[in-house]
C-alpha cells in the first residue's frame, strides 16, 4: 500500500483518522460546463465536499442530470475541477501521468461497443496494461491476477466465451473483472446496477461491499438505488442540479423531506433491520382511492 | 489460462513464412522460360551465399534479373496494403476501412501522378507525392466522416467512396493533359499493376516499409485497447492521440509506397486482416505481422496468376485481386464475419 510522505498536503487529514488513513478527500469541489469559454456556463456542479478511507463506499445519489457522472468524471482525473482540492494518497488525480492514474483508479462504465469478437479472457488482460511497457507480453503475474480477477467476481466459467455473447448480468462482472485486474486504489464505478434484475443487484452491490473490503479498495458508485445504497454504502453524496443537497452516512442524510424534494416524489424513510434506513413510496390517500 | 506469448508469434510467422517461401518458388517457376524447381531452389541458394559465378547466366537473368524483382515488388505491396488497412481499420474503429474504400489510395494515385506531370525526373518525387495524397485524404475522409463531433463509421464510408470517385475524375483529366505518355500503361497502373520496375531502389523501398510496420508494431498493445473503446482505452492509460498519430502516418507512408509503385490495388488491405483475425484471434501484436505476411503471399500469388492466366497477355494484378476478393468478400459478409 503506498504510503503518502509526512509533508504532504493531506498530512494533517491523516493524523486525524488514525490507523486507516483517508484515500479520497473532497473539498469544495466545483465544475463548471460551457459551450465556449466566453459564455456563461450552461451547468455547474458543486461545491461538494466528502472524504473516504479504505475499504469504504462513497454513493453518489441524485436525480438524472444532477451532475453524477460529472463527478465521477472529476474524481477519474478526465475533468479538471474548477476550484477546490481533490487528492488520492495526498495527490491530485490530475497530476497523474495516464499510466499512473491507470494503476491507481479504475473505472467501469455502463457501456461499451466492441468492434471485432473479443474473448473474455483477452478483455480481463487488458487490465494489466498499465502495470507493463508499451509493447508488452503479460507474464506469470499478469496471468495470476487476471485470473484472480475473474474468481472475484465469479466469472471464471465464462473465460473462453466471446464478449457479445453474454448477458447484461455476465457482462457486469466481466468488465468489473478488469477493472479489479488493474488492481486500483479507487475504484469508480457508474450506474453499474442498471440493465440487472433485482437479484442480480442485490448480488452485484454485495460483491462490491465484499471486494472494497477484501481489496482495499475505496469505492465510488453512483447509483439509482437509494435502498441497496443504505444497505451497502459508508457514505453517500445527494446532488440535485448540480448542488450538493447533503452528504454523510446513510441514515444521516436519508431524511423524508430532503429526499422527497430532491427526487420531486412523496418519499418516506422508515428504519429497517440493523438500523439502516429504508425509502418507501408514501401512501398517498388521494391515490388509493383514485384505484378503487 | 494463458496470455498470447512472442514464441507463438513466432511460430505463426514462420509457418506464414514457408508458405510466402512455396510461393516465392512456384512463382519463380511459372512462365516462358522453362526452368525446373531444383534449379530455382539452387540459384537462389548460390545467389544468397554469393557464389553468383556457378550458376547458368541464363538461369541467373531469369530469376534474378526478370521474376524475382517483380514478386520482391509484390511482396513489398500486399505486405505494406495489408498493414496499412489493418491499421486504418483500427484508427478509425471500422471493420471496412482499408485504403481502396476510403478514397487513400486515390488520394496516394493523384500524387504519383502530378509528380509524373511536375517532376518526371526525380526518382523520389513519385514516393513523396504518393505519402502525401495519402496523408491529405485520409485526413479529408476523416473529417467529412464526423457527424455531431463523432466518427461515424456509415458517414465515414460514404466521405471515402466520394472522396475516391472525386479523385479519380481528377486523375482522368490528368491523364488526358499527359499527352504522348503511354496512356495503356497508365490505365493498367491505375487498376494496380506490377509489371513496371520503380525507379528507386527496391531495398530502401523494403526499409521504408519494414519502418512504418514496426512503427505501427511498436502501438499494437494500445491498438488492442483502442478496439475496445478510445474512452476506456484513454481510462487504462493510453496515449490515444499519440497512437493515432504514430499510426496515421505509418498507414498512409505504406499506401503512399504501396500505390507509387503499384497503382491501386483493392481488397487486399481489406480482406487478409479479416481473414488472419478469423484463424488466429484479432490481436494486434499477432495481427499485423501475420497480416504483413499474408498480404505477401495474397499480391505474390495473385501476380503469378495474372501473369499466366491469359498468357502471353498479362493482366493488371489489381483485376485479379478484385477478381478473387470480391467473392470472399461477399462470402465473409454473408457469414457475418466482417
Given at each position: 500500500m503506498q504510503q503518502v510522505a509526512g509533508n504532504s498536503p493531506s498530512a494533517s487529514t491523516l493524523d486525524s483518522w488514525g490507523e486507516n488513513p483517508v484515500r479520497l478527500v473532497v473539498e469544495q469541489v466545483s465544475y463548471a460546463y460551457s459551450a465556449s469559454a466566453a459564455a456563461a456556463p450552461k451547468f455547474t456542479l458543486g461545491p461538494v465536499s466528502f472524504a473516504a478511507r479504505q475499504r469504504e463506499i462513497v454513493g453518489i445519489l441524485g436525480p438524472n442530470a444532477s451532475g453524477k457522472s460529472t463527478l465521477l468524471q472529476i474524481l477519474s482525473g478526465?475533468?479538471?475541477?474548477?476550484?477546490?482540492?481533490?487528492?488520492?494518497?495526498?495527490?491530485?488525480?490530475?497530476?497523474?501521468?495516464?499510466?499512473?492514474?491507470?494503476?491507481?483508479?479504475?473505472?467501469?462504465?455502463?457501456?461499451?461497443?466492441?468492434?471485432?469478437?473479443?474473448?473474455?479472457?483477452?478483455?480481463?488482460?487488458?487490465?494489466?496494461?498499465?502495470?507493463?511497457?508499451?509493447?508488452?507480453?503479460e507474464n506469470d503475474a499478469d496471468?495470476?491476477?487476471?485470473?484472480?480477477?475473474?474468481?472475484?467476481?465469479?466469472?471464471?466459467?465464462?473465460?473462453?466465451?466471446?464478449?457479445?455473447?453474454?448477458?447484461?448480468?455476465?457482462?457486469?462482472?466481466?468488465?468489473?473483472?478488469?477493472?479489479?485486474?488493474?488492481?486500483?486504489?479507487?475504484?469508480?464505478?457508474?450506474?453499474?446496477?442498471r440493465h440487472l434484475d433485482i437479484g442480480g443487484k442485490v448480488e452485484l452491490m454485495r460483491r462490491l461491499r465484499n471486494l472494497t473490503e477484501q481489496n482495499r479498495y475505496t469505492s465510488v458508485i453512483v447509483t439509482h438505488e437509494l435502498n441497496l445504497a443504505a444497505e451497502f454504502f459508508?457514505?453517500?453524496?445527494?446532488?440535485?442540479?448540480?448542488?450538493?443537497?447533503?452528504?454523510?452516512?446513510?441514515?444521516?442524510?436519508?431524511?423524508?423531506?430532503?429526499?422527497?424534494?430532491?427526487?420531486?416524489?412523496?418519499?418516506?424513510?422508515?428504519?429497517?433491520?440493523?438500523?439502516?434506513?429504508?425509502?418507501v413510496l408514501r401512501r398517498a390517500r388521494e391515490d388509493d382511492s383514485l384505484v378503487k | 489460462m494463458r496470455a498470447i506469448k512472442p514464441g507463438k508469434i513466432?511460430?505463426?510467422?514462420?509457418?506464414?513464412?514457408?508458405?510466402?517461401?512455396?510461393?516465392?518458388?512456384?512463382?519463380?517457376?511459372?512462365?516462358?522460360?522453362?526452368?525446373?524447381?531444383?534449379?530455382?531452389?539452387?540459384?537462389?541458394?548460390?545467389?544468397?551465399?554469393?557464389?553468383?559465378?556457378?550458376?547458368?547466366?541464363?538461369?541467373?537473368?531469369?530469376?534474378?534479373?526478370?521474376?524475382?524483382?517483380?514478386?520482391?515488388?509484390?511482396?513489398?505491396?500486399?505486405?505494406?496494403?495489408?498493414?496499412?488497412?489493418?491499421?486504418f481499420q483500427a484508427l478509425l474503429r471500422n471493420p471496412l476501412a482499408d485504403p481502396y474504400v476510403l478514397g487513400v489510395s486515390s488520394g496516394a494515385a493523384l500524387g504519383a501522378i502530378c509528380a509524373l506531370a511536375w517532376f518526371?525526373?526525380?526518382?523520389?518525387?513519385?514516393?513523396g507525392l504518393a505519402f502525401v495524397g495519402a496523408l491529405v485524404t485520409i485526413a479529408a475522409v476523416y473529417f467529412l466522416g464526423r457527424r455531431g463531433g463523432q466518427l461515424d463509421s456509415t458517414?465515414?464510408?460514404?466521405?471515402?467512396?466520394?472522396?475516391?470517385?472525386?479523385?479519380?475524375?481528377?486523375?482522368?483529366?490528368?491523364?488526358?493533359?499527359?499527352?504522348?505518355?503511354?496512356l495503356r500503361g497508365m490505365a493498367f497502373w491505375l487498376m494496380g499493376d506490377l509489371a513496371t520496375t520503380?525507379?528507386?531502389?527496391?531495398?530502401?523501398?523494403?526499409?521504408?516499409?519494414?519502418?512504418?510496420?514496426?512503427?505501427?508494431?511498436?502501438?499494437?498493445s494500445d491498438l488492442n485497447l483502442i478496439l475496445t473503446g478510445e474512452q476506456e482505452a484513454h481510462h487504462l492509460g493510453v496515449n490515444v492521440p499519440r497512437v493515432k498519430l504514430v499510426v496515421y502516418v505509418g498507414?498512409?507512408?505504406?499506401?503512399?509506397?504501396?500505390?507509387?509503385?503499384?497503382?491501386?490495388?483493392?481488397?487486399?488491405?481489406?480482406?487478409?486482416?479479416?481473414?488472419?483475425?478469423?484463424?488466429?484471434?484479432?490481436d494486434y501484436r499477432l495481427l499485423i505481422p501475420a497480416s504483413a505476411l499474408g498480404g505477401a503471399i495474397a499480391v505474390a500469388l495473385a501476380d503469378t496468376l495474372a501473369r499466366t492466366i491469359a498468357a502471353p497477355t498479362e493482366l493488371p494484378v489489381g483485376a485479379m485481386t478484385a477478381a478473387i476478393g470480391a467473392p470472399v468478400f461477399i462470402y465473409l459478409l454473408k457469414r457475418s464475419m466482417v
Open positions: 478526465q475533468l479538471k475541477p474548477l476550484s477546490g482540492r481533490i487528492e488520492l494518497d495526498g495527490w491530485p488525480p490530475g497530476s497523474f501521468s495516464l499510466r499512473d492514474r491507470a494503476q491507481r483508479i479504475a473505472i467501469v462504465h455502463q457501456e461499451s461497443h466492441l468492434l471485432f469478437p473479443l474473448t473474455v479472457w483477452e478483455y480481463v488482460l487488458q487490465g494489466r496494461y498499465p502495470h507493463g511497457r508499451r509493447l508488452r507480453f496471468i495470476l491476477m487476471a485470473e484472480n480477477a475473474l474468481e472475484q467476481t465469479g466469472a471464471t466459467a465464462l473465460a473462453e466465451r466471446s464478449m457479445d455473447q453474454l448477458s447484461g448480468g455476465e457482462r457486469q462482472r466481466v468488465v468489473l473483472a478488469r477493472a479489479l485486474a488493474q488492481q486500483p486504489q479507487l475504484l469508480l464505478l457508474d450506474e453499474p446496477t459508508n457514505w453517500v453524496v445527494l446532488l440535485q442540479g448540480g448542488k450538493c443537497i447533503a452528504a454523510g452516512r446513510p441514515e444521516e442524510v436519508y431524511r423524508a423531506e430532503l429526499l422527497a424534494q430532491t427526487f420531486g416524489t412523496p418519499l418516506e424513510v422508515e428504519t429497517g433491520a440493523g438500523g439502516r434506513p429504508r425509502v | 513466432f511460430s505463426i510467422c514462420g509457418v506464414l513464412g514457408a508458405i510466402l517461401f512455396v510461393v516465392v518458388v512456384f512463382s519463380l517457376k511459372v512462365g516462358a522460360y522453362p526452368i525446373s524447381v531444383r534449379d530455382i531452389v539452387l540459384t537462389l541458394v548460390r545467389g544468397m551465399v554469393g557464389h553468383w559465378n556457378s550458376i547458368p547466366s541464363s538461369d541467373r537473368l531469369v530469376v534474378f534479373g526478370l521474376r524475382l524483382p517483380r514478386i520482391a515488388l509484390g511482396i513489398l505491396v500486399g505486405a505494406a496494403l495489408s498493414v496499412s488497412g489493418a491499421s518526371p525526373h526525380e526518382p523520389w518525387a513519385m514516393q458517414t465515414l464510408l460514404l466521405a471515402g467512396i466520394v472522396a475516391a470517385s472525386f479523385l479519380s475524375a481528377v486523375i482522368m483529366f490528368l491523364m488526358t493533359t499527359l499527352s504522348g505518355r503511354d520503380p525507379a528507386v531502389q527496391l531495398g530502401f523501398l523494403f526499409l521504408l516499409v519494414l519502418a512504418a510496420i514496426g512503427a505501427i508494431y511498436s502501438t499494437s498507414a498512409s507512408l505504406l499506401t503512399g509506397v504501396a500505390v507509387s509503385v503499384s497503382g491501386a490495388i483493392g481488397y487486399v488491405g481489406l480482406l487478409i486482416p479479416h481473414v488472419i483475425r478469423m484463424i488466429f484471434g484479432s
